[in-house]
């Protein structure tokens, strides 16, 4: 609590509620730029009210007993005010009102105002919100649900009990309790953060919650398929047509770093001519809203050509027959059975593959591989990237043939060539 904060109370006359000749007086507590007013159920003749004193004028009767009652207000909502400060409590215009009249405030709850954000962000969705974020928010509500029904037997926790303990159970009962690991974990609870940092914007709440925890992260080895296994995927003849299909979308996203919510919304309109006279797709990825002009590699160029008079394409105008995502994941592990591919094949394993198997280890720059993946920051396409084995060996033997070269009888090391 800030000692510099001070409170004022003043009172003023409703001129514009006058009637037969009076209007009422109302009171105004304003605290660190928070203001609330209630009336005071007294009236006086507006030609008889000092605004620039907040009283009444005169010396009469009447006007003693109102501008005493004025005094009286005044002296109480300051009572209040210093045994709050002298007991360290949490002081808002709203507080004081409440304790003038002997009410104490209802505070806000986390789940109503954990609601209250997700309700606004639904109605945000398609404006500056994706859809997937909204569900996540809804779903990290639902866990804190089940967490205070099943470990606290409460259907509701107010803003002022959340404390790192109440977190620190959260973050038990997430990954003991209902198995989620770890990195999960860590973003349901960011959620969580996000939500209590908006109470604190709002002063519904006084401490931050999360003051003394901080979110760590693991270290995920992403799976990616390797050079042999797209040539394996791509030579893979299929006898039903909608694994055949879905391999094909599978490996467009391979050669052009797509992920699904990206691919499945591509149109005819998406593809241009480039800077460079080749055909390019202009977009902006849906979960960022950040450009991804990607430049079409031959592979993915075939695969656009192969649909391009494909029934469903040709009614909507998309580029490719994308099925729903849990359809596609679904025919992918089908697909990885028929080709004996021990990963876990599903679309953003695609993504993953783009930057490292096809970009970043034939050489092309990180900095070029952020730009095509749509990120914002390098930190997010350091994550995608994993240095293969044979890049590693590609780059020494380049610093091999740099540094040991035949020049004036010096030992040749690179006797592989």
């Not at 005044?74 to 209040?80: F, L, P, T, V, Y």
């Not at 592990?333 to 593959?353: D, F, G, S, V, Y």
């Not at 280890?361 to 994993?386: D, F, R």
């Not at 043939?401 to 060539?417: G, Q, R, V, W």
Request: glycine share 4%.
């Amino acid at each position: 609590m800030n000692p510099n904060q001070t409170v004022s109370v003043i009172f003023w006359c409703y001129k514009s509620r006058e009637s037969n000749g009076k209007a009422p007086l109302m009171c105004r507590i304003t605290y660190n730029c928070e203001r609330v007013q209630f009336g005071i159920r007294c009236s006086v003749n507006p030609k008889m009210w000092i605004n620039e004193l907040g009283m009444v004028k005169g010396i009469n009767a009447e006007a003693k007993e109102i501008n005493g009652k004025l005094d009286s207000i005044r002296r109480e909502i300051m009572k209040h005010y210093n045994m709050m400060m002298a007991m360290d409590q949490f002081i808002s215009a709203a507080t004081l009102k409440a304790t003038y009249f002997g009410v104490e405030e209802k505070h806000k709850g986390l789940i109503e105002i954990f609601q209250y954000h997700n309700d606004q962000m639904k109605e945000l969705i398609g404006i500056d919100v994706v859809k997937a974020t909204h569900t996540k928010f809804a779903t990290v509500l639902s866990k804190l649900v089940s967490f205070l029904k099943k470990e606290k037997n409460l259907k509701e926790i107010s803003l002022k009990d959340l404390d790192h303990k109440f977190i620190t159970d959260f973050e038990y009962y997430l990954k003991a309790k209902e198995g989620i690991g770890h990195n999960t974990t860590m973003k349901y609870i960011r959620n969580v953060k996000k939500v209590t940092n908006m109470a604190l914007a709002n002063d519904w709440i006084s401490k931050n919650p999360f003051g003394n925890f901080k979110c760590s992260w693991k270290k995920v080895i992403r799976e990616i398929l390797s050079n042999e296994e797209l040539i394996e995927l791509a030579n893979k003849d299929f006898e039903m047509e909608r694994l055949s299909e879905v391999r094909d979308i599978f490996l467009f996203c391979c050669y052009t770093g797509y992920a699904f919510i990206d691919v499945e919304k591509l149109t005819k309109n998406d593809l241009v001519i480039g800077i460079d006279g080749g055909k390019w797709i202009y977009t902006n990825r849906k979960k960022t809203g950040n450009s991804s002009n990607v430049p079409l590699l031959p592979p993915a160029m075939e695969i656009l050509e192969k649909y391009k008079e494909h029934s469903y394409c040709e009614l909507t105008g998309k580029l490719l027959p994308v099925k729903s995502n849990q359809k596609m994941n679904a025919y992918l592990k089908e697909i990885a059975i028929l080709c004996k591919i021990t990963k876990p094949l599903t679309m953003h394993i695609a993504r993953h593959t783009f930057a490292t198997t096809v970009t970043l280890s034939n050489g092309v720059p990180i900095e070029t591989v952020s730009k095509l993946l749509g990120h914002t920051k390098l930190q997010t396409t350091q994550i995608y990237a994993q240095v293969l084995e044979n890049k590693v060996s590609y780059d020494m033997n380049i610093l091999k043939d740099k540094m040991f070269s035949t020049k004036n009888d010096e030992i040749i090391l690179n006797e592989a060539k």
